[in-house]
């Protein structure tokens, strides 16, 4: 950008903050929220776990699909294989999803894509309703692959769109609902892969099924809500338009307080209009941000819920608990997951970004020692098992303040309107390639280093924390211009600090 352009922007930059008035959450945009969380966020949720029950069912319908086809039964290996092909094409359906969200964000818009989007819910819960009566396991598999597009999809735009939508000041609360609601996806998915609701013989494909409901949702009432004022201003160039949707947005006439930002933030991002993938890579004074998604993202699931989930069920079974009852427990600690990511929601934008993925990772971290530890003696100390499930919750309580909702959050927010689809592409892959590669290696893996695996977590998470600790800055009730102004400068103290440094 031009050093005379740049000063005169500044100089404007210094009443940004009192231009842009802090907003309130309208009836509107909680309407807005609440239908984009759940109509798309519930289904990634609701769709990473809905297999770990019937699990033993749907094996059996395999073999006996197999059976009335070829008068044998599936050998071990072969049933193996088609369920791993059931359970990875999920994540397999993310990542294709990934590669299409961005461009097709940035082409027909946030909401017409959420919209489209349900397409593919509506048709995977068909499918999954009619493998069972027509004797088909392939129609499940395929299915997997096609709500998989789905939910990468919707965990790229989904995040993008409340960003763009909120204001600054609610920004990070209006985010993190849509964490709250894959969360809400996991309780339900539990809830009802109960042997006492859906997780029976005849119950499971009406499990699967389930998903199509929040899509059928989103068609209906989404339609009613305007497009991201960001998109409309900064990359169609259509202020009217933008204007209309802020006034339905903020429920008043007067925003041209915010619309002075989005001209702002217009001009300021001139020089990265168009920003592809590649060229987000390659541009220098962007790449400190890509390292940061990238590295968070990988603590995010390398450390994940999922890892810890499959231990505790072991753990629990430990203490004595009938294995039936296991399953109770578990739907416990995903309510308790929810009461914290509901905390999060309120507390995210007083508190800090920053200050909660420090506090998630450092429990985790701290959780992981005691974890291992208890473990260790859990076959010497009996009594220790109780232990090892309270660091299990303690765990899990980390993890849901900070690790999980907010990367998605600070990835909004690290990058300007024409790039964002682009960063969270790239934040994305590496989410789908690292869920996709935990699904195929990590239980073989557990297999030998059962207690000591949670070090190689808290490697992880130790190493996370270290990296947010020196890199990231905090990024509460700022506008994007801000938060971009304060990434080069923060940039820029550390370059002079190693200069000094080499001095």
């Given at each position: 950008?031009?050093?005379?352009?740049?000063?005169?922007?500044?100089?404007?930059?210094?009443n940004l903050v009192w231009i842009v008035s802090s907003s309130e959450l309208t009836k509107t945009l909680t309407?807005?929220?609440?239908?984009?969380?759940?109509?798309?966020?519930?289904?990634?949720?609701?769709n990473l776990v809905v297999l770990n029950y019937p699990a033993q069912l749907m094996q059996q319908f395999y073999?006996?699909?197999?059976?009335?086809?070829?008068?044998?039964?599936?050998?071990?290996?072969?049933?193996?294989?088609?369920?791993?092909?059931?359970?990875?094409?999920?994540?397999?359906?993310?990542?294709?999803?990934?590669?299409?969200?961005?461009?097709?964000?940035?082409?027909?818009?946030?909401?017409?894509?959420?919209?489209?989007?349900?397409?593919?819910?509506?048709?995977?819960?068909?499918?999954?309703?009619?493998?069972?009566?027509?004797?088909?396991?392939?129609?499940?598999?395929?299915?997997?692959?096609?709500?998989?597009?789905?939910?990468?999809?919707?965990?790229?735009?989904?995040?993008?769109?409340?960003?763009?939508?909120?204001?600054?000041?609610?920004?990070?609360?209006?985010?993190?609902?849509?964490?709250?609601?894959?969360?809400?996806?996991?309780?339900?998915?539990?809830?009802?892969?109960?042997?006492?609701?859906?997780?029976?013989?005849?119950?499971?494909?009406?499990?699967?099924?389930?998903?199509?409901?929040?899509?059928?949702?989103?068609?209906?009432?989404?339609?009613?809500?305007?497009?991201?004022?960001?998109?409309?201003?900064?990359?169609?160039?259509?202020?009217?338009?933008?204007?209309?949707?802020?006034?339905?947005?903020?429920?008043?006439?007067?925003?041209?307080?915010?619309?002075?930002?989005?001209?702002?933030?217009?001009n300021f991002e001139k020089p990265e209009k168009q920003m592809s993938v590649c060229k987000l890579v390659l541009?220098?004074?962007?790449?400190?941000?890509?390292?940061?998604?990238?590295?968070?993202?990988?603590?995010?699931?390398?450390?994940?819920?999922?890892?810890?989930?499959?231990?505790?069920?072991?753990?629990?079974?430990?203490?004595?608990?009938?294995?039936?009852?296991?399953?109770?427990?578990?739907?416990?600690?995903?309510?308790?997951?929810?009461?914290?990511?509901?905390?999060?929601?309120?507390?995210?934008?007083?508190?800090?970004?920053?200050?909660?993925?420090?506090?998630?990772?450092?429990?985790?971290?701290?959780?992981?020692?005691?974890?291992?530890?208890?473990?260790?003696?859990?076959?010497?100390?009996?009594?220790?098992?109780?232990?090892?499930?309270?660091?299990?919750?303690?765990?899990?309580?980390?993890?849901?303040?900070?690790?999980?909702?907010?990367?998605?959050?600070?990835?909004?927010?690290?990058?300007?309107?024409?790039?964002?689809?682009?960063?969270?592409?790239?934040?994305?892959?590496?989410?789908?390639?690292?869920?996709?590669?935990?699904?195929?290696?990590?239980?073989?893996?557990?297999?030998?280093?059962?207690?000591?695996?949670?070090?190689?977590?808290?490697?992880?998470?130790?190493?996370?924390?270290?990296?947010?600790?020196?890199?990231?800055?905090?990024?509460?009730?700022?506008?994007?211009?801000?938060?971009?102004?304060?990434?080069?400068?923060?940039?820029?103290?550390?370059?002079?600090?190693?200069?000094?440094?080499?001095?």
């Amino acid at each position: 950008m031009p050093r005379t352009f740049r000063g005169m922007f500044f100089k404007e930059e210094k009443n940004l903050v009192w231009i842009v008035s802090s907003s309130e959450l309208t009836k509107t945009l909680t309407q807005v929220t609440l239908v984009s969380a759940f109509g798309s966020s519930f289904q990634y949720g609701y769709n990473l776990v809905v297999l770990n029950y019937p699990a033993q069912l749907m094996q059996q319908f395999y073999n006996q699909t197999y059976r009335k086809r070829n008068n044998l039964s599936m050998d071990t290996e072969l049933l193996m294989f088609v369920w791993g092909l059931t359970v990875t094409f999920f994540p397999v359906g993310g990542l294709v999803g990934t590669l299409l969200a961005r461009t097709l964000a940035d082409h027909c818009g946030r909401k017409h894509i959420l919209l489209v989007n349900n397409f593919f819910s509506v048709v995977a819960a068909v499918l999954f309703c009619c493998s069972k009566a027509t004797h088909c396991y392939e129609l499940i598999i395929f299915a997997r692959l096609v709500i998989g597009i789905s939910a990468g999809i919707a965990c790229s735009v989904v995040p993008i769109y409340l960003g763009e939508i909120s204001p600054h000041n609610l920004r990070g609360a209006v985010i993190v609902v849509s964490h709250f609601f894959i969360t809400f996806g996991v309780l339900v998915a539990q809830a009802l892969s109960l042997h006492v609701v859906l997780g029976t013989r005849r119950g499971w494909p009406m499990l699967l099924s389930v998903t199509g409901v929040p899509a059928l949702f989103q068609i209906f009432l989404l339609p009613r809500f305007p497009e991201s004022p960001r998109y409309l201003l900064i990359q169609k160039g259509n202020e009217e338009e933008a204007r209309k949707a802020l006034q339905k947005l903020r429920e008043r006439d007067e925003v041209e307080d915010e619309m002075v930002e989005l001209r702002m933030e217009d001009n300021f991002e001139k020089p990265e209009k168009q920003m592809s993938v590649c060229k987000l890579v390659l541009c220098r004074s962007q790449q400190w941000q890509i390292l940061s998604i990238v590295v968070m993202t990988l603590g995010q699931h390398l450390s994940g819920l999922n890892t810890i989930r499959y231990y505790a069920e072991v753990i629990y079974l430990s203490t004595g608990v009938q294995e039936d009852y296991v399953r109770y427990i578990t739907v416990m600690i995903s309510a308790t997951v929810i009461f914290i990511t509901t905390i999060t929601v309120f507390v995210v934008d007083s508190s800090g970004r920053r200050v909660l993925l420090l506090t998630g990772f450092g429990i985790c971290s701290i959780s992981c020692i005691l974890l291992a530890m208890a473990l260790e003696l859990q076959n010497t100390i009996p009594w220790m098992c109780y232990f090892s499930t309270a660091f299990v919750i303690l765990y899990v309580i980390g993890h849901s303040v900070g690790p999980s909702p907010i990367p998605r959050v600070m990835v909004t927010e690290m990058f300007l309107q024409s790039s964002r689809a682009s960063a969270f592409m790239i934040g994305e892959i590496v989410h789908w390639l690292t869920h996709f590669f935990l699904d195929i290696v990590f239980l073989h893996i557990t297999v030998d280093i059962r207690p000591y695996s949670f070090l190689v977590i808290l490697f992880v998470c130790t190493a996370t924390y270290a990296y947010i600790y020196r890199m990231v800055p905090e990024t509460k009730k700022k506008t994007f211009v801000e938060i971009r102004k304060l990434m080069e400068d923060h940039m820029a103290q550390r370059s002079l600090g190693k200069m000094q440094l080499g001095k």
